[in-house]
């Protein structure tokens, strides 16, 4: 492989794209950035090939970017949640979650439809929120789809997603689940308590988290770029999801702060609306695709790649 390889990646600048971005660089892959502020985009992520004027949308004079390029990575789609104090799910707002993935992602197929020099795969992003929520059954990718909000979100946005293979492009999704990232993302928030020596499980302590070390994810993604036996989805979790109990446990014990206060799930309803179901219902997705196409993870366990993270 050489440096000629041109990998289209949207949402470079997100809390996956940064490390993606390092990560395929050092790869010796070509890299040409779609964003909607192209200057922004160079000044946090140099050294791209090419920053391209970007937007969700069915078409755009970016599609011609699309002509020659070895594969499409795409990240992009506005954040589910902004954070636990961050704002409920308005209808506007949950317009924009859609959109932002649909529109963008039928855009991109379009443009594949359209070249003539197709590229060779697109990896999308997706999410466990593809299957809705349960207690402790356990998920893999034949599980069906749910039938709330985020569920259907994804099942529309990997729909747009698989048409590229209409025109003979591979496609491969990333289900991915909560990235432990300190600087930002679900884990920045749930350590903030911890931080301040109150923290403690989220009521009512047995919903299932499945996690993933930034390393696994972005190892992941490369995966199913450079595998061609990679089709369809693939849950962007770690093999052994934990309880929230077990969870906060752990991750007390990391950070050297008390783990006993617990948080009432009516606290939060009152708080995020629907938005709460991201942290008070479970999901105990298993990466069982991966593994059986020989993806090797770094991080099985919670505790060592809390340390890894956090120390």
């Known amino acids: 492989m050489g440096n000629s390889q041109r ?14 971005f390092v990560a395929l660089r050092e790869r010796g892959y070509e890299l ?11 000044s946090r992520l140099p050294g791209a090939a090419e920053y391209v004027a970007w937007q969700p949308a069915e078409t755009g004079a970016w599609a011609a970017a699309v002509d020659g ?11 589910i949640s902004q954070g636990v104090i961050g ?10 979650i859609r959109s932002s993935r649909v529109l963008g992602t039928r855009g991109l197929v379009n443009a594949i439809a359209a070249a003539t020099q197709r590229p060779t795969v697109l990896v999308n992003a997706s999410s466990i929120g593809f299957y809705g929520y349960y207690n402790d059954e356990i998920l893999d990718e034949e599980t069906p789809a749910g039938n709330d909000f985020v569920a259907e979100v994804c099942v529309a946005w990997e729909r747009e997603a698989a048409r590229a293979q209409e025109f003979g492009v591979r496609v491969a999704m990333i289900r991915t689940g909560i990235v432990l990232d300190p600087d930002g993302g679900a884990l920045g928030q749930i350590m903030l308590p911890f931080r301040l020596r109150a923290g403690g499980p989220i009521m009512p302590g047995t919903q299932y988290y499945s996690w993933i070390h930034p390393s696994d994810e972005v190892g992941l993604f490369c995966f199913a770029l450079e595998n061609q036996q990679v089709t369809g989805p693939l849950n962007g979790t770690a093999p052994t999801p934990e309880m929230n109990r077990d969870f906060t446990n752990i991750l007390g014990k990391v950070l050297g702060s008390p783990s006993w206060l617990a948080v009432p799930e009516l606290s939060l309803r009152l708080t995020l609306g629907e938005m709460a ?19 090797q993870f770094r991080f099985h366990e919670l505790r060592p790649a809390l340390e890894d993270l956090l120390r």
């Open 32 to 42: 040409v950035i779609f964003s909607r502020n192209p200057a922004t985009a160079r």
């Open 277 to 295: 179901d991201l942290v008070v219902k479970g999901q105990r997705a298993l990466p069982r695709r991966a593994q059986a196409l020989g993806y």
């Open 87 to 96: 704002p409920r799910w308005t209808p506007a707002y949950k317009e924009e």
């Open 7 to 20: 990998v289209i990646l949207t949402g470079a600048t997100g809390l996956i794209g940064r490390k993606l």
């Open 69 to 79: 390029a070895y594969a499409i990575i795409n990240l992009a789609g506005a954040p």
